[in-house]
């Protein structure tokens, strides 16, 4: 039985299991749409359909796409859809290689672009990349405030510089940039070539920090948490003694605004269309936290102290000096603000408590 009824509109969401893709699943099936999502195994979506997407299942349909990086992988499930909405990124951290690993992330980009192009229908309204903070923030500049007009160009040629050397985190920027690159140029390529027809569907980009916030369905354990999520399990439940590492440059996003921003792009093509959507909020970091947690949880002695307020400002701005970003886009098609650091983390910790009752 779904709670509410349905537009009629099919929206793909690939790497549906995924943290980001479920919140944007859950934000569409309540809007009325029906839900297409894909995963390597049709099975591995279970947990949603007997949790977050329960109430909707009649509106919801998995698809399995064991390998997004053979050619045409995509092609029968893009059939029929009024958007794609392109979260998974096909990233094996256990390639130590350009070409192991970042020709792995733009084909499967490419791929499911090229599907759409050519089998999804007319009725196609729009494509949507996750894409990454890390294809815009180029670490060798500062001070600077980045916008949605600026490349990572950095990463890159690092990647290449260092060849086997290269380390995982450095790939992995590469690997994002270049994966937005590669529909860029595809949109420009059919837009320059006058024997092919133009592609009749919006497509836009949305280049998240590092994303925080409750998640929709909790894996069985906190070792299935996804990386984002993690150093606020360790520091919530005292896994870590002492405050983890920050994840890049702790510039923060809460994931029901990055879903937010993917489900408006869909609905909005004209709008979107040739747009890269920069999101974050701020510097966030476990330290910061850890101090939010301890005030929320005083009987929590488990929390670790560190060292409170010594890497963050007040209000978790940017740092005077460093590098910050401008998402005044973003919140423009939005209508709003952002969720702050400190919602997002009490809203995680209100749904990690379930993993202290089974303790």
Same mark, same amino acid.
């Given at each position: 039985?779904?709670?509410?009824?349905?537009?009629?509109?099919?929206?793909?969401?690939?790497?549906?299991?995924?943290?980001?893709?479920?919140?944007?699943? %859950?934000?569409? !099936?309540?809007?009325?749409?029906?839900?297409?999502?894909?995963?390597?195994?049709?099975?591995?979506?279970?947990? !949603?359909?007997?949790?977050?997407?329960?109430?909707?299942?009649?509106?919801?349909?998995?698809?399995?796409?064991?390998?997004?990086?053979?050619?045409?992988?995509?092609?029968?499930?893009?059939?029929?859809?009024?958007?794609?909405?392109?979260?998974?990124?096909?990233?094996?951290?256990?390639?130590?290689?350009?070409?192991?690993?970042?020709?792995?992330?733009?084909?499967?980009?490419?791929?499911?672009?090229?599907?759409?192009?050519?089998?999804?229908?007319?009725? %196609?309204?729009?494509?949507? !990349?996750?894409?990454?903070?890390?294809?815009?923030?180029?670490?060798?500049?500062?001070?600077?405030?980045?916008?949605?007009?600026?490349?990572?160009?950095?990463?890159?040629?690092?990647?290449?510089?260092?060849?086997?050397?290269?380390?995982?985190?450095?790939?992995?920027?590469?690997?994002?940039?270049?994966?937005?690159?590669?529909?860029?140029?595809?949109?420009?390529?059919?837009?320059?070539?006058?024997?092919?027809?133009?592609?009749?569907?919006?497509?836009s980009a949305v280049n998240p920090g590092v994303v925080v916030g409750p998640p929709v369905q909790l894996p069985p354990t906190p070792s299935s948490l996804n990386e984002?999520?993690?150093?606020?399990?360790?520091?919530?439940?005292?896994?870590?003694?002492?405050?983890?590492?920050?994840?890049?440059?702790?510039?923060?996003?809460?994931?029901?605004?990055?879903?937010?921003?993917?489900?408006?792009?869909?609905?909005?093509?004209?709008?979107?269309?040739?747009?890269?959507?920069?999101?974050?909020?701020?510097?966030?970091?476990?330290?910061?936290?850890?101090?939010?947690?301890?005030?929320?949880?005083?009987?929590?002695k488990e929390i670790p102290v560190g060292e409170p307020g010594s890497d963050y400002e007040e209000g978790y701005g940017?740092?005077?000096?460093?590098?910050?970003?401008?998402?005044?886009?973003?919140?423009?098609? !939005?209508?709003?603000?952002?969720?702050?650091?400190?919602?997002?983390?009490?809203?995680?910790?209100?749904?990690?408590?379930?993993?202290?009752?089974?303790?």
């Amino acid at each position: 039985m779904s709670s509410s009824m349905s537009n009629g509109k099919i929206v793909l969401v690939s790497g549906i299991n995924g943290y980001i893709a479920s919140t944007i699943g %859950l934000d569409l !099936l309540k809007k009325g749409y029906t839900l297409r999502g894909t995963s390597r195994s049709t099975h591995s979506a279970d947990a !949603l359909l007997k949790g977050a997407y329960k109430h909707y299942i009649d509106r919801v349909q998995m698809v399995s796409v064991p390998d997004m990086t053979v050619p045409g992988a995509f092609d029968e499930a893009v059939k029929g859809v009024t958007a794609v909405i392109h979260t998974a990124s096909p990233i094996d951290f256990s390639l130590k290689t350009w070409d192991s690993f970042v020709p792995i992330a733009v084909a499967g980009a490419a791929g499911i672009l090229l599907s759409a192009y050519k089998h999804a229908g007319p009725q %196609l309204e729009s494509f949507v !990349l996750t894409s990454s903070v890390a294809a815009i923030i180029d670490p060798s500049k500062k001070p600077f405030n980045f916008t949605e007009a600026d490349w990572n160009t950095y990463s890159a040629a690092k990647a290449k510089e260092l060849g086997e050397g290269a380390p995982g985190g450095l790939l992995y920027q590469a690997s994002k940039t270049e994966a937005e690159r590669a529909i860029w140029a595809f949109r420009d390529e059919y837009k320059a070539d006058k024997t092919r027809a133009k592609p009749s569907f919006s497509i836009s980009a949305v280049n998240p920090g590092v994303v925080v916030g409750p998640p929709v369905q909790l894996p069985p354990t906190p070792s299935s948490l996804n990386e984002t999520l993690r150093p606020t399990w360790a520091v919530f439940s005292g896994a870590s003694t002492t405050i983890p590492q920050a994840i890049g440059s702790a510039s923060y996003i809460d994931v029901r605004d990055v879903a937010a921003i993917h489900v408006w792009c869909a609905e909005h093509p004209m709008e979107s269309n040739g747009q890269r959507y920069l999101m974050a909020n701020g510097r966030g970091t476990p330290q910061a936290a850890a101090d939010i947690l301890r005030k929320a949880y005083p009987y929590r002695k488990e929390i670790p102290v560190g060292e409170p307020g010594s890497d963050y400002e007040e209000g978790y701005g940017w740092p005077e000096g460093g590098q910050s970003f401008d998402s005044a886009k973003a919140k423009k098609a !939005l209508g709003r603000e952002f969720v702050s650091y400190d919602q997002s983390i009490l809203d995680t910790a209100k749904v990690f408590e379930r993993y202290l009752w089974e303790e």
